[in-house]
C-alpha cells in the first residue's frame, strides 16, 4: 500500500515558468510533510517542511501549498531556473508513537529547459 | 563538521557475500535510518534507531541487519547478498522526533 502518491513522475518546464508538483496521502496520523530536492550522486537534501497547522507555507521561490481536507500537498517553484532541475520528493510522517522514518513519494524529475 | 559520512562510496560484490556499508554522524543526533533507493520507488526505509541499542525494522529489512553500540555509528550489513538488493543506500539522521531528517551522500552497491 503506497500512502504517499506523488505526480507528476517527470516534468519540463520552460526557465521562468511555474514548476508544480502534487503529492496525496492516506494516513490521517501524518502531521509533518517535507519535500526535498536531490542532484544526481548526491543524497536528498530538505528543500521545505508544512505541519497541517497551516495551509500555506513559502521560502523564496518555493511554495507548499496544504489541504488537510483533500490529504493533498503540493510544491509550486515559482520562476524556475535551470538549477532548479532535479528530482524532488514528497515525504510524510507522524510524530506519535514509534520513530518511524518517512514515507516518500516515488519522486518527480523536474528539468527546466533555458 | 562532517555530518554524516557513508563508507564505502561504492562497492560491488558476489551474490552470497556479506556485505558491511557504514555510516557515521558528528551531531551525537539520537535517531538514525537506513533507505534504499531505487528507480521507480523512491527511498524506501529498511531501519530505524531511536538511540543506541535500540532499533527497529522498517518496510524493506528482510536480508538486512544493523546494530547500534555507539551512538555516532549506524552500520548495516547484508548477510548473504543477493542481486535484487544492487541499490543506492542513504543513511539518514535526526536529532529529535519533530525535527528535520538529514542524509548522507549514499553508497551504491552492485550485487552480481
Known amino acids: 500500500q503506497q500512502q504517499v502518491k506523488q505526480s507528476p513522475q517527470s516534468l519540463i518546464v520552460q526557465k521562468g515558468g511555474i514548476s508544480i508538483i502534487n503529492c496525496a496521502y492516506e494516513n490521517t496520523a501524518f502531521d509533518y510533510f517535507p519535500w526535498y530536492q536531490q542532484f544526481p550522486g548526491k543524497g536528498p537534501a530538505l528543500l521545505i517542511a508544512i505541519r497541517p497547522d497551516v495551509s500555506e507555507k513559502k521560502e523564496g521561490r518555493f511554495t507548499i501549498s496544504f489541504n488537510k481536507s483533500a490529504k493533498q500537498f503540493s510544491l509550486h517553484i515559482m520562476d524556475s531556473q535551470p538549477g532548479d532541475s532535479a528530482t524532488y520528493f514528497c515525504?510524510?510522517?507522524?510524530?506519535?508513537?514509534?520513530?518511524?522514518?518517512?514515507?516518500f513519494g516515488k519522486g518527480t524529475h523536474l528539468i527546466i529547459q533555458p | 563538521d562532517a555530518g554524516i559520512t557513508q563508507s564505502p562510496r561504492y562497492k560491488i560484490t558476489e551474490t552470497g557475500r556479506q556485505v558491511t556499508l557504514m555510516c557515521h554522524q558528528t551531531?551525537?543526533?539520537?535517531?538514525m535510518f537506513w533507505y534504499r533507493q531505487d528507480l521507480g520507488h523512491g527511498l524506501r526505509l529498511i531501519y530505524y534507531?531511536?538511540?543506541?541499542?535500540?532499533?527497529d525494522k522498517g518496510e524493506v529489512s528482510d536480508g538486512y541487519v544493523v546494530s547500534r553500540s555507539k551512538t555516532e555509528n549506524f552500520p548495516l550489513t547484508l548477510e548473504s547478498a543477493t542481486r535484487s538488493q544492487t541499490s543506492v543506500y542513504f543513511c539518514?539522521?535526526?536529532?529529535?522526533?519533530?525535527?528535520?531528517?538529514?542524509f548522507g551522500p549514499g553508497t551504491r552497491l552492485l550485487v552480481l
Open positions: 539518514a539522521t535526526r536529532r529529535s522526533r519533530a525535527e528535520t531528517q538529514y
Open positions: 515525504a510524510a510522517s507522524h510524530s506519535g508513537g514509534g520513530a518511524d522514518g518517512l514515507t
Open positions: 534507531s531511536a538511540a543506541a541499542d535500540i532499533t
Open positions: 551531531w551525537s543526533h539520537s535517531y
